[in-house]
C-alpha cells in the first residue's frame, strides 16, 4: 500500500509537471512571438524558430516529468545515444525534413503570405515548421507539405514580383472576320478596369490549327487582380463574339461517301473516310 502511495504520488506529480510545463512553453512561445514580431522579423524565419523553440522546451519538460518518476535522465539520454544510429535511420526522413527546413529559412524561396506553386499544389504559404510547411488553396484546404518533398520540387513564386501575365487563348472560325475578332478582344481587355495599361494588353494570331485560328491575348494585371480579370475576359470576350456572330469552332468529324457501281448486278458499296 505504501508503494502505491508512493508511485502513485510520483505518477500524479509527473502529469503536473507535464501539463503545467506545457502551459508554461506555451507563454514562452507566445512571449518569444511577441518579441519577434516587435523586432519585425521576418515571418518565415520566426515561423521556424517559435516551432524549433517549441518542439525543444518540450522535450525538456517530458524529460522532467521522467526524472520525476524517478527514470535515471542520464541513462535515458546514453540510452538514446547508443541507439542513435537506429533513430537515424529510423527517422531520417525527419532529419531530412529538419535539414530542409533550415535551407528554406536560409535560401527563403518564398515568405509567409506569398502565392506559391509546390509542386503540383498551389496556394498562399501559411507557415514553416521544423517538419513541414503548410499551405492554404483557394478553396480553403490545408495543404501539409514535407519540407523535404518541399526542397526537391519546382517552387514558383507569384509574389516575387508585384505583377503577373495573363495569356488567354481564343480560337475563331477560319470564315469568321479575323480582324474583327481581334479587334473585339482587344476593346475587351482595355475596357477592363483593372488591366494594366503599360505595358498595353496586345492580340495576336498564335496558330492555325485544324478547325480554327488560334488568338492569344495576353494582359498584364497585378497579382491579387489575376483571377478575377482572368474569368472576366472569358465571359467578356464570349458575350462580345455571340453578338457579332463570331463563333467558337469545335472538331468536327466529316464523313465521305463515295459510291462505286461496277455493273447492273453488283450492289453499291459504301466507304467511310474521316
Not at 38 to 66: G, M, P, Q, Y
Amino acid at each position: 500500500m505504501a508503494l502505491v502511495a508512493k508511485y502513485g504520488l510520483r505518477l500524479l506529480f509527473s502529469f503536473f509537471i507535464f501539463f503545467v510545463g506545457k502551459w508554461v512553453v506555451g507563454r514562452i512561445c507566445l512571449i518569444l512571438e511577441s518579441v519577434i514580431r516587435r523586432a519585425k522579423i521576418d515571418e518565415l524565419i520566426a515561423s521556424f524558430i517559435i516551432n524549433a523553440a517549441k518542439t525543444i522546451l518540450l522535450i525538456v519538460v517530458i524529460v522532467a516529468a521522467l526524472a520525476n518518476l524517478g527514470i535515471e535522465t542520464t541513462s535515458f539520454v546514453a540510452m538514446l545515444g547508443a541507439i542513435g544510429l537506429g533513430i537515424g535511420m529510423a527517422f531520417k526522413d525527419s532529419f531530412g525534413n529538419i535539414g530542409a527546413g533550415i535551407l528554406i529559412v536560409f535560401f527563403r524561396p518564398f515568405k509567409i503570405g506569398d502565392s506559391v506553386d509546390i509542386g503540383s499544389y498551389a496556394g498562399v504559404a501559411k507557415e514553416l515548421n521544423l517538419f513541414s510547411t503548410c499551405i492554404i488553396t483557394a478553396d480553403g484546404r490545408t495543404i501539409i507539405i514535407p519540407n523535404q518533398q518541399v526542397m526537391n520540387s519546382k517552387i514558383i513564386n507569384y509574389s516575387l514580383t508585384p505583377t503577373r501575365r495573363i495569356d488567354l487563348l481564343f480560337s475563331v472560325d477560319y470564315k469568321d472576320d479575323l480582324r474583327l475578332a481581334k479587334d473585339i478582344i482587344l476593346k475587351v481587355a482595355n475596357s477592363h478596369e483593372l488591366a494594366i495599361k503599360d505595358p498595353a494588353p496586345s492580340v495576336s494570331v498564335s496558330a492555325l490549327g485544324a478547325h480554327s485560328v488560334d488568338l492569344i491575348v495576353k494582359i498584364w494585371v497585378l497579382n491579387d487582380n489575376y483571377s478575377t480579370v482572368y474569368s472576366a475576359m472569358l465571359e467578356n470576350v464570349k458575350s462580345e463574339f455571340d453578338r457579332v456572330g463570331i463563333s467558337i469552332p469545335y472538331p468536327q468529324v466529316v464523313n465521305h461517301h463515295i459510291y462505286e457501281q461496277k455493273d447492273e448486278n453488283d450492289k453499291l458499296q459504301t466507304s467511310d473516310i474521316i
